[in-house]
């Protein structure tokens, strides 16, 4: 079974300050990770990806994330907001051996003050 | 061209009306996805088709029937439909159905139920 837990449902930040997203995942196996960006009346984008490899993993339009085992976590970051960045984000986690099926987090709305 | 396509974009229709969503890809893309997306709500999936033969349907009301005539195109067909429906409803295409395969979406159809 598989599960992705995003906390916060919205997340506020000033132009120019540290994005932190934070996605925890639970997984029997090896995980799968991903980051997508969705922005108001659009599809959703992929941002980043993590499969095995350097755990941290570095995306469009500056955001990275790292994944760390120990903690079951995969937080995007981003060290200066945008006003473009305003969007929803959502962490979604497959497992391998199992369904090729993403399970998504409830996402994050990020919001950006000028 | 990474991109998918869907037609229309909005979509307003009675409980009574058939009509039909659209999605299109050329990436050569052998396996498509339909999600519906609440607001607020990350997307869920609805059904899945590998070279054009569907391999998973989430148990969708038979109100909703998908028809995928082609690699490059996955229509889902409306009829009858609740106004609980209405909602965004996301085309994906990725290139197979393995696990480290990325899923492209597209901006989505939105629909009103009245």
């Known amino acids: 079974a598989q599960s992705v837990t995003q906390l916060g449902s919205h997340v506020s930040v000033s132009e120019g300050a540290l994005v932190l997203l934070r996605c925890n995942y639970s997984?029997?196996?090896?995980?799968?990770l991903f980051w997508y960006v969705q922005y108001p009346n659009q599809g959703l984008q992929l941002l980043l990806k993590?499969?095995?490899?350097?755990?941290l993993v570095k995306g469009i339009n500056g955001f990275e994330a790292e994944f760390k085992k120990s903690e079951t976590s995969f937080h995007l970051t981003k060290p200066s907001a945008h006003m473009s960045d305003a969007a929803e984000y959502f962490c979604?986690?497959?497992?391998?051996?199992?369904?090729?099926?993403?399970?998504f987090g409830r996402g994050t709305s990020l919001i950006v003050h000028p | 061209d990474t991109e998918v396509t869907q037609t229309p974009k909005h979509l307003v229709m009675g409980m009574t009306n058939k009509k039909s969503l659209k999605c299109e890809q050329h990436?050569?893309?052998?396996?498509m996805y339909w999600y519906k997306q609440k607001a607020k709500k990350p997307p869920e999936l609805m059904f899945v088709?590998?070279?054009?033969?569907?391999?998973i349907n989430e148990s969708v009301p038979s109100r909703f029937s998908p028809e995928c005539p082609n690699s490059s195109l996955l229509n889902l067909h409306l009829h009858a439909l609740q106004p609980e429906d209405s909602a965004l409803y996301l085309c994906?295409?990725?290139?197979?159905?393995?696990?480290?395969?990325?899923?492209?979406f597209g901006p989505g159809t939105r629909l009103l139920v009245l």
């Open positions: 088709y590998s070279y054009e033969k569907l391999s």
């Open positions: 997984s029997s196996v090896p995980p799968y």
């Open positions: 993590y499969t095995t490899g350097a755990t």
């Open positions: 979604a986690v497959l497992s391998s051996g199992g369904s090729y099926i993403p399970t």
């Open positions: 990436m050569g893309h052998r396996a």
């Open positions: 994906a295409s990725s290139r197979g159905t393995g696990l480290q395969e990325t899923q492209y």
